[in-house]
């Protein structure tokens, strides 16, 4: 009992650090450039010069992920699988693909999809099960949609398995994590009847819209098979949102082409890489360590950082130059389109419930280095730190000094050089954008017949609007899920509706 | 992670920390106004002079060195001191100034005008001006001995307004009515109206224009102003202040309003709330003798009692302290 008072103090504590972290940075440089605008010039070019140099440093990894991406995906996995010898334990066709798909509300529309692209995959499909898991709360036309597509599709795999995740289960949230752990718990159950081996199965949770690339699960076989410690990997592919990026909103394409971006990126460093969206990993793993989390709602990364105590930091994310494709939030029209990918945004900031989660962890396990737990914490808290302040930083604190410093401060060198020195390097760190713009273009897929062949100029022209997009929701979800986070309330799982809009001309 | 990818992050990361230290300190000394000086190797404090000019593209020169900038032109890097500074375009006087540049510190000669050389300046009348007018609409009226004439602003379209002939000498000033219909003009001695219009005539070209002598004094007239209604004039002489009532054709009614104690030293009329202010001396509580500012309120309430005053024609009527 005194143990989990002393837990929940802690476990309030560390959810309080990001937000006053953040609330502290922003408040302080906003009443310093009243009182010292000379010292917050001086931060905001320290700053500027630090992020020019972080955004140089970051596209250079980006550059190296897409080349690896570029060759590995032209790859034949298959092959490569057959040609490995006995030495691994295990050989490809040892191996089990259990393919899960937690739904709520999606239509056929964008279902079948998904399960089309299981059907192109360069492997053999009589190794695969299919499990969809449809919340039962989502509905009678929920059910009946997973019922038409088993009927249309299972012949081509060797199990479909669709079943209803019960609403409201004793410990669970409403959340996707419920609902995927609910799915492999019924894999579980046809598993044990069929007498099959955990580690020979490798579950891969998607989003009903993912696609995977038909390269998929051959490089995914090919790594779980060369892995010395493939029941203590995840494997995770770079997500990439090409499903109906022709027909989004440019506000909407901005963001989730940034986000593959970061994946990309993160792929590069893997030192503090973690599960995210679509992945992959072991079954006997997930067996082991109780499945997902069904009171989290960043499940994709929470179930990386439960792997991670339970095998007492011996536990690593290996990235697949492969590409899961799924669907850019976005509505017909502009404000709409902005407020979805506010909410998607900023469940995916609330993903800072992981520093409490891990902290907590980290203090009941003398296992790990304490040099670990102290780096790894740092790392979560610092990239949400970094994603809550930058923007506000660069766009609204950085004119501070000048407006708030007086006529003194306008006359001394600084205050005069500030505007022209943020200036260049602004327009130093624009040359991101024509990386993003080349990378972007390459990852593109061809244009739908119904799109005009001059919505690739858009493609070409829309990272001019990056600067105003960035200021707009570059920070703002991050402060927000932190905020919620720091004043005790939780937010519930916010299901991004996902739908085919065939928007014009964005 | 592969080892060619650990050793390509390796460097990527190592030469941008590299880039980073060896790039701050440069930013912020250039920022802060530092340089280094390569001779001796001491870093030292600059200044910066901004230099804007009207018009702009003025060759620059500072301390008797040309700089190949023009206006405008931030020019850096200036050690502490006083530096002469001349601006100079073809077409224009030149300006000069010593300015002291600050260290660390921004000195801007970003307020200069440079006057044209005055090459466009001509004649647009004929001789034998006594005085003029510019009224707001427009036009210049000539006092002359040969009549009223109006041009328009650059001397054309030239047309006699009347034959009025004999201009008081030595003009002090001319105010036009609030209403834009006839001016004033007055000398140490005497105050005329011209009337415009005085038949309200929609023919404005018409040679229509009256002129009339409202007022002779004794006594120096110090100032003259319109009351608003257009109907009065306010005369103030070293003596006393008098309100003269115009009427075309008819003599012109004349109220005292005030008795100075001594010769007032500053008169100002403020139209927008229809004040008289001046200086006057007076008695004390302390029994001696000191100048106070008074306020005459003229608004419409006051005025009315007066035009009471002025249809009873009681020219002598005793005077109103205020």
């Given at each position: 009992m005194r143990d989990m008072r002393r837990d929940r103090f802690y476990t309030r504590l560390f959810e309080i650090i990001p937000g006053f972290l953040t609330w502290t940075t922003i408040a302080g440089l906003f009443i310093l450039a009243f009182i010292k605008p000379l010292w917050v010039a001086i931060f905001v070019i320290t700053f500027d010069l630090y992020w020019v140099i972080r955004m140089t440093y970051l596209s250079m990894l980006m550059l190296f992920a897409y080349r690896r991406l570029a060759r590995e995906s032209k790859e034949d996995w298959l092959k490569k699988c057959e040609s490995l010898s006995d030495g691994h334990g295990l050989r490809h066709n040892d191996i089990y693909h259990a393919v899960l798909f937690p739904s709520y509300r999606e239509g056929l529309d964008i279902l079948e999809p998904s399960i089309e692209a299981l059907e192109g995959a360069n492997y053999p499909k009589d190794t695969m099960i299919v499990i969809m898991s449809v919340e039962e709360r989502a509905g009678p036309e929920a059910w009946a949609n997973a019922v038409k597509v088993k009927k249309a599709h299972e012949r081509h795999f060797w199990q479909f398995i669709i079943t209803r995740h019960p609403d409201g289960l004793p410990g669970e949230m409403k959340v996707k994590g419920a609902n995927a752990t609910w799915g492999a718990k019924v894999l579980k159950e046809f598993l044990d009847a069929k007498k099959i081996d955990y580690e020979r199965v490798i579950i891969s949770c998607f989003d009903a819209d993912t696609c995977a690339d038909r390269e998929y699960f051959g490089c995914l076989t090919y790594h779980y098979l060369t892995n010395p410690d493939r029941t203590r990997s995840s494997y995770q592919p770079i997500p990439v949102y090409n499903n109906n990026i022709w027909h989004a909103r440019t506000v909407a394409r901005i963001l989730e082409l940034g986000s593959s971006f970061m994946q990309m990126i993160e792929t590069m460093r893997w030192e503090k890489f973690v599960t995210f969206s679509s992945h992959s990993m072991s079954f006997k793993t997930l067996f082991a360590v109780g499945y997902w989390p069904v009171d989290m709602i960043s499940d994709d990364s929470a179930i990386y950082w439960k792997c991670f105590l339970h095998f007492n930091g011996r536990y690593t994310v290996v990235p697949m130059y492969v590409t899961v494709s799924m669907d850019v939030a976005t509505e017909r029209k502009i404000l709409p389109t902005v407020v979805k990918q506010y909410k998607q945004k900023r469940r995916w900031a609330w993903g800072v419930e992981n520093f409490p989660y891990v902290a907590v962890g980290f203090m009941h396990n003398n296992r790990i280095p304490l040099f670990t737990k102290i780096r790894r914490s740092l790392n979560i808290l610092e990239s949400h730190y970094t994603w809550a302040v930058w923007a506000i930083i660069v766009t609204f604190i950085a004119p501070l000094p000048l407006i708030f410093g007086g006529g003194l401060f306008r006359q001394t060198a600084i205050g005069y050089n500030l505007p022209s020195v943020s200036a260049v390097l602004f327009n130093m760190s624009l040359f991101t954008a024509f990386i993003c713009m080349f990378i972007s273009l390459k990852l593109l897929p061809p244009r739908p017949d119904d799109v005009k062949p001059q919505k690739r100029l858009v493609m070409y022209t829309q990272w001019l609007l990056a600067p105003f997009v960035v200021a707009l929701l570059g920070s703002t979800p991050a402060i927000d899920a932190q905020t919620r986070l720091m004043l005790g309330k939780y937010m519930h799982f916010y299901v991004t509706e996902k739908k085919r809009h065939r928007t014009p001309n964005s | 992670m592969r080892r060619r990818d650990r050793v390509k992050r390796a460097i990527a990361f190592y030469f941008c920390v590299s880039l980073f230290c060896a790039v701050l300190p440069i930013l912020l000394s250039y920022s802060l106004g530092y340089q280094i000086?390569?001779?001796?190797?001491?870093?030292?404090?600059?200044?910066?002079?901004?230099?804007?000019?009207?018009?702009?593209?003025?060759?620059?020169?500072?301390?008797?060195?040309?700089?190949?900038?023009?206006?405008?032109?931030?020019?850096?890097?200036?050690?502490?001191?006083?530096?002469?500074?001349?601006?100079?375009?073809?077409?224009?006087?030149?300006?000069?100034?010593?300015?002291?540049?600050?260290?660390?510190?921004?000195?801007?000669?970003?307020?200069?005008?440079?006057?044209?050389?005055?090459?466009?300046?001509?004649?647009?009348?004929?001789?034998?001006?006594?005085?003029?007018?510019?009224?707001?609409?427009?036009?210049?009226?000539?006092?002359?001995?040969?009549?009223?004439?109006?041009?328009?602003?650059?001397?054309?379209?030239?047309?006699?307004?009347?034959?009025?002939?004999?201009?008081?000498?030595?003009?002090?000033?001319?105010?036009?009515?609030?209403?834009?219909?006839?001016?004033?003009?007055?000398?140490?001695?005497?105050?005329?109206?011209?009337?415009?219009?005085?038949?309200?005539?929609?023919?404005?070209?018409?040679?229509?224009?009256?002129?009339?002598?409202?007022?002779?004094?004794?006594?120096?007239?110090?100032?003259?102003?319109?009351?608003?209604?257009?109907?009065?004039?306010?005369?103030?002489?070293?003596?006393?202040?008098?309100v003269v009532e115009l009427g075309v054709g008819t003599a012109p009614n004349t109220v005292p309003l005030y008795k100075f104690n001594a010769t007032p030293q500053s008169v100002f009329y403020d139209e927008g709330n229809n004040s008289l202010y001046f200086v006057d001396t007076r008695i004390g509580a302390d029994s001696k003798e000191s100048n106070y500012l008074y306020r005459l309120d003229m608004k419409k309430k006051f005025f009315d009692a007066m035009i009471k005053m002025l249809s009873r024609q009681e020219p002598n009527a005793g005077y109103e302290k205020r």
């Amino acid at each position: 009992m005194r143990d989990m008072r002393r837990d929940r103090f802690y476990t309030r504590l560390f959810e309080i650090i990001p937000g006053f972290l953040t609330w502290t940075t922003i408040a302080g440089l906003f009443i310093l450039a009243f009182i010292k605008p000379l010292w917050v010039a001086i931060f905001v070019i320290t700053f500027d010069l630090y992020w020019v140099i972080r955004m140089t440093y970051l596209s250079m990894l980006m550059l190296f992920a897409y080349r690896r991406l570029a060759r590995e995906s032209k790859e034949d996995w298959l092959k490569k699988c057959e040609s490995l010898s006995d030495g691994h334990g295990l050989r490809h066709n040892d191996i089990y693909h259990a393919v899960l798909f937690p739904s709520y509300r999606e239509g056929l529309d964008i279902l079948e999809p998904s399960i089309e692209a299981l059907e192109g995959a360069n492997y053999p499909k009589d190794t695969m099960i299919v499990i969809m898991s449809v919340e039962e709360r989502a509905g009678p036309e929920a059910w009946a949609n997973a019922v038409k597509v088993k009927k249309a599709h299972e012949r081509h795999f060797w199990q479909f398995i669709i079943t209803r995740h019960p609403d409201g289960l004793p410990g669970e949230m409403k959340v996707k994590g419920a609902n995927a752990t609910w799915g492999a718990k019924v894999l579980k159950e046809f598993l044990d009847a069929k007498k099959i081996d955990y580690e020979r199965v490798i579950i891969s949770c998607f989003d009903a819209d993912t696609c995977a690339d038909r390269e998929y699960f051959g490089c995914l076989t090919y790594h779980y098979l060369t892995n010395p410690d493939r029941t203590r990997s995840s494997y995770q592919p770079i997500p990439v949102y090409n499903n109906n990026i022709w027909h989004a909103r440019t506000v909407a394409r901005i963001l989730e082409l940034g986000s593959s971006f970061m994946q990309m990126i993160e792929t590069m460093r893997w030192e503090k890489f973690v599960t995210f969206s679509s992945h992959s990993m072991s079954f006997k793993t997930l067996f082991a360590v109780g499945y997902w989390p069904v009171d989290m709602i960043s499940d994709d990364s929470a179930i990386y950082w439960k792997c991670f105590l339970h095998f007492n930091g011996r536990y690593t994310v290996v990235p697949m130059y492969v590409t899961v494709s799924m669907d850019v939030a976005t509505e017909r029209k502009i404000l709409p389109t902005v407020v979805k990918q506010y909410k998607q945004k900023r469940r995916w900031a609330w993903g800072v419930e992981n520093f409490p989660y891990v902290a907590v962890g980290f203090m009941h396990n003398n296992r790990i280095p304490l040099f670990t737990k102290i780096r790894r914490s740092l790392n979560i808290l610092e990239s949400h730190y970094t994603w809550a302040v930058w923007a506000i930083i660069v766009t609204f604190i950085a004119p501070l000094p000048l407006i708030f410093g007086g006529g003194l401060f306008r006359q001394t060198a600084i205050g005069y050089n500030l505007p022209s020195v943020s200036a260049v390097l602004f327009n130093m760190s624009l040359f991101t954008a024509f990386i993003c713009m080349f990378i972007s273009l390459k990852l593109l897929p061809p244009r739908p017949d119904d799109v005009k062949p001059q919505k690739r100029l858009v493609m070409y022209t829309q990272w001019l609007l990056a600067p105003f997009v960035v200021a707009l929701l570059g920070s703002t979800p991050a402060i927000d899920a932190q905020t919620r986070l720091m004043l005790g309330k939780y937010m519930h799982f916010y299901v991004t509706e996902k739908k085919r809009h065939r928007t014009p001309n964005s | 992670m592969r080892r060619r990818d650990r050793v390509k992050r390796a460097i990527a990361f190592y030469f941008c920390v590299s880039l980073f230290c060896a790039v701050l300190p440069i930013l912020l000394s250039y920022s802060l106004g530092y340089q280094i000086d390569f001779h001796t190797l001491r870093i030292y404090k600059t200044g910066i002079l901004y230099v804007e000019s009207r018009p702009a593209g003025a060759a620059i020169t500072l301390s008797g060195r040309m700089l190949k900038d023009v206006t405008p032109a931030q020019i850096e890097e200036l050690k502490p001191g006083i530096y002469k500074v001349e601006v100079r375009r073809d077409g224009f006087y030149p300006w000069e100034k010593e300015v002291v540049v600050r260290p660390n510190m921004v000195t801007r000669a970003d307020r200069i005008v440079l006057f044209p050389i005055a090459q466009e300046m001509k004649i647009i009348s004929e001789r034998s001006i006594s005085d003029f007018a510019i009224s707001g609409s427009g036009y210049i009226y000539y006092m002359k001995k040969s009549g009223l004439f109006r041009t328009n602003m650059d001397g054309t379209n030239m047309k006699r307004f009347s034959a009025h002939a004999v201009w008081p000498s030595g003009l002090v000033g001319k105010k036009f009515s609030p209403d834009g219909d006839k001016f004033l003009y007055f000398s140490r001695s005497a105050v005329g109206v011209v009337y415009l219009n005085p038949d309200k005539s929609f023919d404005q070209s018409a040679m229509a224009a009256k002129v009339e002598d409202v007022f002779t004094s004794a006594d120096p007239i110090i100032d003259v102003f319109w009351y608003p209604g257009s109907g009065y004039i306010i005369v103030v002489t070293d003596k006393d202040i008098k309100v003269v009532e115009l009427g075309v054709g008819t003599a012109p009614n004349t109220v005292p309003l005030y008795k100075f104690n001594a010769t007032p030293q500053s008169v100002f009329y403020d139209e927008g709330n229809n004040s008289l202010y001046f200086v006057d001396t007076r008695i004390g509580a302390d029994s001696k003798e000191s100048n106070y500012l008074y306020r005459l309120d003229m608004k419409k309430k006051f005025f009315d009692a007066m035009i009471k005053m002025l249809s009873r024609q009681e020219p002598n009527a005793g005077y109103e302290k205020r």
